[in-house]
């Protein structure tokens, strides 16, 4: 069972325009998102995160919208650099305040490819 | 402030022989994380550990798998009578406290032959 899915495999974007990946997730408990960068051979690097009691987050080129009703995440990254080109992870943690309060349940990753 | 450390970078065990992993967290972080990471998939949560506890294995396979942080010295995670199918990077992640952001290592690869 896939709780946390991100639909779309790679995504290619020109160098400044926006890049917007998405993410949905069917677990309503969770309440903490977050989005993780990975270049291979290298562990996912923390990008940016938004409790659910917010709809948006920014921080520099990257924000991320949280749409709670849909059960649906963003993240949007203006203006695209090539540096960017890597695999996106979204992921998403339960407040239960119990045992499973903290680990991360990740998609599936997209591919970003930004040319210049 | 060094970052999550894990050795070996690279594994390479024969089917039935045992691996360890091993996981430095950052300074001052007190819980940690192990996932693993199989072709083509996203990362599966497996272990999470504080200080000399297991807080939640649930994702851990119940046979040959094990994970402990002692009170000194890293984190290990240790897979007994290694099959092929236990081939996949393994990340180990840390953090502050509970339900904090987690920052991760770069993660073993392990194959198995």
């Known amino acids: 069972d896939q709780q946390v899915k991100q639909n779309s495999p790679s995504l290619s974007v020109q160098e400044g325009r926006i890049s917007i990946l998405n993410c949905d997730y069917t677990?309503?408990?969770?309440?903490?998102f977050l989005w993780y960068k990975k270049y291979p051979a290298e562990g996912p690097t923390f990008l940016i995160s938004?409790?659910?009691?917010?709809d948006k987050n920014e921080d520099g080129r990257f924000t991320v919208f949280l749409n709670k009703s849909a059960k649906h995440l963003s993240l949007h990254i203006v203006p695209s650099q090539p540096g960017d080109s890597a695999v996106y992870f979204c992921?998403?943690?339960?407040?239960?305040?119990?045992?499973?309060?903290?680990?991360?349940?990740f998609g599936q990753g997209t591919i970003l490819t930004v040319h210049p | 402030n060094a970052g999550v450390m894990q050795n070996p970078r690279h594994l390479v065990r024969r089917r039935g022989q045992e691996a360890r992993l091993r996981c430095s967290p950052m300074?001052?972080?007190?819980?940690v994380y192990w996932y693993r990471q199989l072709p083509e998939e996203g990362l599966k949560f497996m272990v999470y550990?504080?200080?000399?506890?297991?807080?939640?294995e649930s994702g851990m396979p119940k046979e040959r798998f094990s994970a402990e942080f002692p009170k000194e010295g890293p984190s290990i995670l240790r897979i007994q009578q290694v099959v092929r199918g236990d081939s996949a990077a393994y990340f180990c992640?840390?953090?502050?406290?509970?339900?904090?952001?987690?920052?991760f290592g770069p993660g073993t690869r392990l194959t198995v032959t």
């Open positions: 938004i409790s659910s009691i917010k």
């Open positions: 300074k001052g972080h007190s819980h």
């Open positions: 677990n309503s408990m969770f309440d903490y």
């Open positions: 992640a840390s953090s502050p406290r509970q339900g904090h952001e987690q920052y």
């Open positions: 550990l504080q200080k000399e506890n297991i807080i939640d």
């Open positions: 992921a998403a943690s339960l407040d239960t305040g119990g045992t499973s309060y903290g680990k991360l349940t």
